[in-house]
Nanobody, 126 residues
């Protein structure tokens, strides 16, 4: 497993932007597919975006397509989530996750991830 620590959350007005970062420790980060999930109060944890560990393949949840971008910098053991055009319904705790998967696979199910960060709060005001 890798240890994951998220940062970059906060309060932003609707239409604004935030960039979340997830710093990973462990020698195997470069072989982990990475993802972002979110969970709003009273709701289930929802897939937001994922990226493979080879080739930079990405996949997004329908609600964030065209607004959010996931990327990774293997030299820095960090994965990012750039969030633009934020909406109040994006308010949630955002979690970074990592999973050992085949090189070009982007897992979308939370059960495919075995490492999780502690989460960072994102609040979008209207």
């Amino acid at each position: 497993q890798v240890q994951l620590v998220e940062s970059g959350g906060g309060l932003v007005q609707a239409g604004g932007s935030l960039r979340l970062s997830c710093a990973a420790s462990g020698r195997t980060f470069t072989t982990y597919a990475m993802g972002w999930f979110r969970q709003a109060p009273g709701k289930e944890r929802e897939f937001v975006a994922g990226i493979s560990w080879i080739g930079g393949y990405t996949y997004y949840g329908d609600s964030v397509k065209g607004r959010f971008t996931i990327s990774r910098d293997n030299a820095k053991n960090t994965v990012y989530l750039q969030m633009n055009s934020l909406k109040p319904e994006d308010t949630a705790v955002y979690y970074c996750a990592g999973g050992l998967r085949p090189p070009t696979v982007v897992p979308v199910d939370l059960n495919e991830y075995d490492s999780w960060g502690q989460g960072t709060q994102v609040t979008v005001s209207s």
